[in-house]
């Protein structure tokens, strides 16, 4: 199990350092053009193959966190105790993290697809993994609270305000006409936001702690959400404008 979960890991890795810069070729590319469209579609299949090698990592880890994560370590039953304390929420806030990029890398690439038909966006396919995100955040913002981990609480709240805002956008009885370009830019920067977390938060943590020991690290987990919402909302006025995505005007539900 040790040898599928180093495999597997390093895979994760290197498809998510890739992720890492091609995230910033589609947004910056001319929306629509062909370099745009690549690029997305790279981005996306890419997204899908790392939060689905997330979440099985993370599924290895609880099943076993001793034998995973302090394989070459002996370690007394007191400091397995203090391992598992923090390892196994941690784990936990991955795979919740693993799950919530899954969730919103799939709805911003299907609400281009299907447009008004919102019937599509209704099936267990899509909703199951989204409904899942509510328990699984309170449970983990749970976690957070007892361990006293601010990580945890904080993205357990953006992932049950993601899912749902996903659940009104595909429930709502009327739609904007061209609502699903603002669904998808929101939905991609959501991924991008989830993406660098996870980078801060485990790939990238200890080249971080170099720079912001203790409780300062905290300020480097909360970077790609401040700088992701900030752009959302000032964006998001600018591609309503660009696209008309009109207030008088309404679209029945699909």
């Known amino acids: 199990m040790l040898l599928i979960h180093t495999s597997l890991l390093y895979l994760h890795i290197a498809l998510g350092s890739v992720a890492l810069l091609l995230f910033w070729l589609p947004a910056f590319a001319r929306k629509g053009s062909k370099l745009h469209i690549n690029a997305g579609h ?3 299949y890419l997204m899908l193959v790392i939060a689905a ?12 966190p001793i034998g995973i994560y302090a394989a070459d370590k002996v370690l007394t039953e007191a400091q397995q105790q203090r391992l598992l304390v923090w390892r196994i929420p941690l784990s936990q806030f991955l795979l919740l993290l693993s799950l919530l990029t ?20 209704r099936g ?20 957070g609270i007892n361990i006293g981990m601010p990580l945890l609480i904080i993205f357990a709240i953006v992932s049950i305000i993601s899912s749902l805002s996903i659940c ?16 998808h ?4 920067i959501g991924s991008g936001i989830a ?8 790939g990238g943590r200890r080249i971080v702690s170099q720079w912001l020991p203790g409780e300062w690290q905290l300020v480097s987990w ?4 401040i700088i992701g919402v900030t752009a959302m909302i000032l964006l998001t006025g600018y591609y309503k404008r660009k696209y008309k995505v009109q207030h008088n005007k309404t679209l029945q539900q699909g």
């Open 42 to 44: 790279g981005f996306y």
């Open 222 to 225: 909360l970077v790609a959400p």
């Open 168 to 183: 009104a956008y595909v429930y709502k009885q009327q739609i904007k006409p061209r609502q699903w370009i603002i669904e």
């Open 102 to 121: 899954w969730v919103m890398v799939r709805h911003a690439v299907t609400v281009l697809r299907v447009k008004e038909n919102r019937a599509v966006l």
């Open 185 to 188: 830019f929101s939905s991609m």
């Open 195 to 202: 993406l660098y977390t996870a980078f801060f938060a485990a």
């Open 53 to 64: 090698s997330g979440m099985i990592l993370c599924g290895i880890g609880l099943h076993d």
């Open 124 to 143: 267990i396919a899509f909703q199951g993994p989204n409904l899942i995100l509510i328990p699984g955040a309170i449970y983990v913002c749970w976690q």
